[in-house]
């Protein structure tokens, strides 16, 4: 079992590699946005210090999302994605290694590129922290949630555009408990709770997230 | 002995004539359950000492709040039953209940606007139940989008019914979650939780309110379920004769 | 041990076909047969349990597919029209990679001597990108050699393939057969298969 969900990962990751392009451009998605708002907002060192949870974390579940379309769509257009329905490995084991695949491209290094960013908001270095933190604990279930809206929009027209429609809503939690846990930290509250909330939210999203977005895939090669 | 009726209507050709019959009964007693809540609301409870004439829009606020969140519940559970027996109803149900729900949320968010600006001074408050009543909207928003994006029904159908469960999984998340981040940023704004004791008069007067909303719910759920299964059969033997019978 | 009964299927509005059955035993070989849009492809894909027929069953060794499932997909080898390769793997990756995900074991040599038999050895480390339309499909029948499940359902194998090639596929379908294996495929072009029992079902006849 452990087996075929590392063997997808390895397998993703190599096709990810293959194609680094892709990565990079959801890495300078980040960076542009988190710099679009100081320009939009002005350079007060007090507001930006505010804002900066918020916006971060926005700009990287935007980047988080912006990627999910490729999740499933590549093997779909090859082929590749009857094959995995046809395996006798349980489907969503195999999604769940994509899931993790899709992490470890998304929101391991949006994460490592967080405090890079908060440095430009003028956070605390124990903000900074916590912020990396969050966004290591957090974008597993953006990335968990987002693939069951990637199997339910997948192959259809404007596939993109439904799919954040979808997926967006369903984000919020994990917006609210990782800016706010930034938030606290900023506010001499302590992350502590809402770290755990976090946690939470990612144990369920990529526990019981891959077997819908399985089940969304089935439907959608019907 | 209950199951086989069930499942002899949850074919579309015998629950179409049911629904038609239906139909009229609940639009009678959506007329006579809202114009006793309206008159109850309107003439017979009496201005709020705080607030004055402003808050009469509760007996449409709240209802409309009721039936948007419980409207999801039902869908869902449409949902899950079409996945779990492949009834083609089950779907066409879920379908039609979808746009009455995002009609109460929007209703709910228009009325709580217009309440709130008198109220608080502002059109919009971001309260735990607002903000949670404008994710709903999304909810539904994106449930209508996907269904409509997809041009085979059934995975259509499917589709949605998956979006529909995990949706109604996430919503008490989303509740909580957006209560917690209200508590936590509540600073300046105004307490919403602590509403005035009710008059029993007023208790009434939104219950009626409700009732009206549920048999009109009902009402255009079945009208649009029976446009839906018209529709999607119209290929079928049941359907050309009874649009025979129709056209004489 | 491959049964359908009565099947029916409903694209969109369009009843493909209905009533279509037939019994496969091991060893034989079910040519399936009809005019563009019949739903050659539609039956292939419900014969897989990829989707389900409006009406009627399939049965795999007596059992129903859809309460087999898992075992049902271990018997089973599906070629589609897609040739599902990675072009960013090479197509000693692809090999290795699609029986990994088919939950396969398959060694370096077995699939360098399957690449062998379609011609690729000397490409085996170029990524599938460089390669043309017919040496992909090369790359996705090369899954064939090496591949021991009894039951294959194959759409449009021959397809963009050369004389050559052809005869060769065909041959490995023969001995497939001989085995003990069985077949179900769609193509356009007569094929000559060297095999004993030969059915066909032509659809929207």
Not at chain 1, 116 to 130: I, N
Not at chain 2, 22 to 49: K, S, Y
Not at chain 2, 187 to 210: E, F, H
Request: glycine share 10%; net charge neutral.
């Amino acid at each position: 079992m452990l087996q075929i969900v590392s063997y997808t990962i390895a397998r993703d990751l190599r096709l990810a590699l293959r194609r680094p392009a892709d990565l990079v451009s959801v890495l300078f998605f980040f960076i542009i946005v988190a710099s679009l708002f100081p320009l939009g907002v002005g350079p007060e060192a007090d507001l930006l210090r505010q804002l900066a949870p918020g916006v971060l974390w926005v700009g990287a579940l935007l980047a988080t999302m912006l990627s999910l379309p490729r999740l499933f769509a590549d093997d779909h257009r090859d082929g590749t994605l009857e094959q995995l329905a046809l395996s006798p490995n349980p489907l969503g084991l195999m999604v769940l290694g994509k899931v993790i695949a899709h992490w470890l491209v998304s929101g391991l290094p949006l994460a490592l590129l967080a405090p890079v960013l908060g440095l430009q908001f003028d956070l605390p270095a124990d903000a900074l922290w916590v912020l990396t933190f969050s966004i290591l604990l957090g974008t597993p279930a953006l990335s968990g949630i987002g693939a069951i809206g990637a199997g339910l929009t997948l192959g259809l027209r404007g596939g993109g555009v439904l799919l954040s429609l979808l997926v967006l809503p369903l984000y919020i939690p994990v917006l609210i408990f990782g800016a706010g846990a930034v938030d606290a930290t900023v506010s001499g509250l302590g992350p502590g709770a809402h770290l755990s909330l976090l946690a939470a939210l990612t144990i369920g999203g990529v526990a019981f997230a891959p077997w819908a977005a399985a089940a969304a895939l089935k439907i959608a090669l019907e | 002995m209950s199951m086989i009726n069930w499942f002899k209507f949850s074919a579309p050709s015998t629950f179409y004539p049911l629904a038609g019959r239906l139909i009229p009964v609940f639009w009678a007693l959506f007329a006579i359950l809202a114009l006793a809540g309206l008159w109850v609301g309107f003439f017979v409870a009496p201005t709020d000492f705080q607030q004055g004439e402003g808050y009469r829009i509760i007996f449409i606020h709240v209802g409309a709040s009721w039936m948007s969140m419980f409207t999801y519940l039902v869908m869902a559970f449409w949902a899950g039953m079409g996945l779990a027996f492949n009834t083609r109803l089950s779907g066409m149900m879920a379908s039609a209940l979808a746009p009455t729900g995002a009609l109460f949320a929007f209703i709910s968010l228009w009325t709580g606007a217009l309440w709130g600006k008198p109220m608080w001074g502002a059109w919009w408050v971001w309260d735990a139940r607002l903000t949670s009543e404008l994710i709903l909207l999304f909810l539904y928003i994106g449930f209508i989008a996907l269904t409509h994006a997809i041009d085979d029904t059934r995975r259509a159908d499917k589709a949605g019914a998956i979006l529909a469960l995990v949706g109604v999984v996430n919503v008490p998340i989303i509740y909580f979650s957006v209560k917690w981040w209200n508590t936590l940023h509540q600073g300046a704004s105004v307490s919403l939780t602590k509403a005035p004791a009710m008059a029993s008069i007023m208790l009434w007067g939104m219950l009626l309110c409700a009732l009206a909303m549920w048999m009109y719910s009902l009402a255009v759920a079945l009208m649009r379920v029976r446009v839906i299964i018209l529709e999607r059969e119209r290929h079928t033997d049941w359907v050309k004769e009874l649009l025979a019978k129709r056209s004489q | 041990m491959l049964e359908a009964e009565n099947l029916e299927c409903i694209r969109g509005e369009r009843r493909l076909f209905h009533g279509v059955g037939f019994r496969l035993e091991a060893g034989e070989l079910l040519f399936l047969q009809g005019r563009n849009g019949a739903g050659k492809t539609s039956l292939l894909r419900m014969l897989c349990g990829l989707s389900l027929p409006e009406s009627g069953e399939i049965r795999w060794k007596g059992e129903p597919i859809r309460k087999l499932s898992d075992d049902f997909r271990s018997d089973l080898c599906y070629l589609g029209h897609l040739n599902a390769i990675k072009e960013e793997l090479t197509p000693l990756e692809n090999l290795l990679s699609s029986a990994r995900l088919a939950g396969e074991t398959l060694s370096d040599d077995d699939a360098l001597d399957a690449l062998e038999q379609v011609g690729l050895l000397g490409r085996e480390d170029l990524a599938c990108r460089y390669l043309s339309q017919g040496q992909k499909r090369r790359v996705a029948l090369a899954r064939l050699v090496p591949e021991r499940r009894p039951l294959w359902i194959l759409d449009e194998p021959f397809v963009a393939l050369d004389v050559n090639a052809v005869a060769w596929l065909a041959g490995l379908i023969g001995a497939h057969l001989q085995r003990g294996g069985l077949a179900v495929m769609t193509t356009h072009q007569p094929v000559d298969i060297p095999a004993g029992q030969i059915r066909e079902l032509r659809l929207g006849a």
